[in-house]
């Protein structure tokens, strides 16, 4: 098959949440398929990453994404009555080019990941005007929603003050709307866990063909012995400066609002009762984009902000307990999957694990409170074995339910 697939993000280094998926899911299509690649490029350094993605698909057209420009289109877009979100991600540069790409080429299927990607497809005359496929049918459309982007604004709504409890809720329901319209557009949508699905579901009660693609990990590149080039992604570089001991490891990109208030309840509320019986423990917070907020706990005791890192693997293989305290955590995540990958113990929210669905005491501790949280840190910085027979059980559990060759079964299911 020949497929269109459209991304709101370059999907490669695969170091973060979507374009981990993403990345995995081109990786997977390409076995069989010829694929041609359209996406925007929001951090101008990841531009010469192009050349990665053409090893892999056909055509490669990757569109810069101005901050500024986009955030005044969102802007437009809301004050228009539509999602911020679908104003933010489109690009004319782009229309244009996938405009003339659907006139010249004959595709079997589109796949858009991420709800606004599908704008494309509405405002592309030829896709709209009967075109048909090699086979004679019209094209199929899949829509990887990943998660249910209009219930996390609803989340923030709740959380924010005001206006930005007004702005993030209109934009919730907003988005909700255009969801819908996406769902009964497309042939397939899918969702990165049951629960996301099962949310849509509940939210869109007309909703159809919703189907969930789980997450894999790269079991051999996020593996307890990670040297040397193993795997699908890239070698390590030169080893990290060793940790003090015992560490504390949180990642993650670190501008991601979720991200940023998760390991700011860690550090104000818990680190402090874990330092005054282990006054030795240090919290590491790794990951790229550190904003104001994050940079400024890292001047207090017992906490260490990287920033980026070339390959995370050092940190894992030298933390003592990996921290995932997400209070608005949306679908699978990946920091979670890496850490058990790893075989590190791992302290979670229940959000943080809903869509991994580890069974609690026996992959991973799983608290929701200050309190309950911290004393599991402490028990697993007090018993180690305990710690280490946790992360072998966690790693069996990933390598045995989250393989990405398996899961991308669901996607070609949906191709066929």
């Not at 899911?25 to 101008?44: F, G, Y």
């Not at 007004?166 to 629960?195: C, K, T, W």
């Not at 990990?217 to 003090?244: I, N």
């Not at 104000?268 to 990951?287: F, K, N, Q, T, W």
Request: aromatic share 8%; with cysteine; net charge positive.
């Amino acid at each position: 098959m020949k497929i269109l697939y459209l991304a709101h993000r370059i999907p490669y280094p695969p170091n973060k949440g979507d374009k981990i998926r993403s990345f995995h899911e081109i990786r997977s299509l390409t076995k069989a398929h010829e694929v041609h690649l359209a996406c925007l490029v929001d951090d101008p350094a990841d531009m010469k990453y192009r050349k990665d993605l053409e090893t892999l698909c056909q055509r490669v057209l990757a569109v810069p994404l101005g901050r500024t420009r986009s955030r005044i289109a969102g802007l437009v877009s809301l004050l228009s009555g539509g999602a911020a979100s679908t104003g933010y991600f489109y690009s004319p540069a782009l229309q244009r080019t996938l405009n003339r790409w659907i006139s010249s080429e004959t595709y079997d299927a589109a796949v858009c990941f991420s709800t606004p990607m599908a704008e494309y497809l509405f405002r592309a005359p030829a896709w709209n005007g009967g075109r048909r496929s090699i086979a004679g049918t019209p094209p199929r459309r899949v829509m990887d929603f990943c998660d249910v982007d209009s219930d996390k604004w609803r989340q923030y709504a709740r959380e924010s003050s005001f206006p930005g409890s007004l702005l993030f809720g209109i934009e919730s329901r907003r988005l909700l709307r255009y969801e819908m319209r996406v769902n009964q557009a497309f042939d397939h949508s899918l969702f990165v866990s049951r629960p996301e699905a099962d949310l849509f579901a509940e939210l869109f009660p007309g909703a159809r063909n919703v189907h969930a693609v789980s997450n894999g990990v790269d079991h051999a590149f996020f593996s307890p012995d990670f040297s040397g080039h193993v795997g699908s992604a890239k070698p390590a570089e030169p080893p990290e400066p060793k940790l003090h001991r015992p560490a504390l490891l949180f990642t993650g990109a670190m501008d991601y609002h979720a991200n940023v208030d998760g390991v700011a309840w860690f550090a104000d509320e818990m680190l402090p009762a874990i330092r005054s019986r282990c006054p030795e423990a240090v919290l590491y917070i790794v990951g790229s984009r550190p904003g104001p907020k994050v940079r400024a706990l890292g001047a207090r005791p017992g906490i260490h902000v990287t920033g980026f890192v070339q390959d995370v693997r050092p940190f894992y293989a030298q933390a003592d307990v990996c921290v995932i305290p997400l209070r608005l955590a949306r679908g699978v995540q990946n920091k979670v999957l890496e850490a058990m990958s790893m075989a590190r113990p791992v302290v979670a929210t229940s959000r943080a694990n809903q869509g991994i669905r580890a069974v609690p005491g026996e992959h991973l501790l799983v608290r929701d409170t200050a309190a309950g949280f911290q004393e599991a840190v402490l028990s697993l910085l007090e018993d180690r074995t305990a710690g280490e027979d946790l992360g072998r059980r966690a790693r069996a559990f990933v390598c045995a339910r989250h393989d990405w060759d398996r899961n991308m079964a669901g996607l070609e299911a949906c191709l066929a």
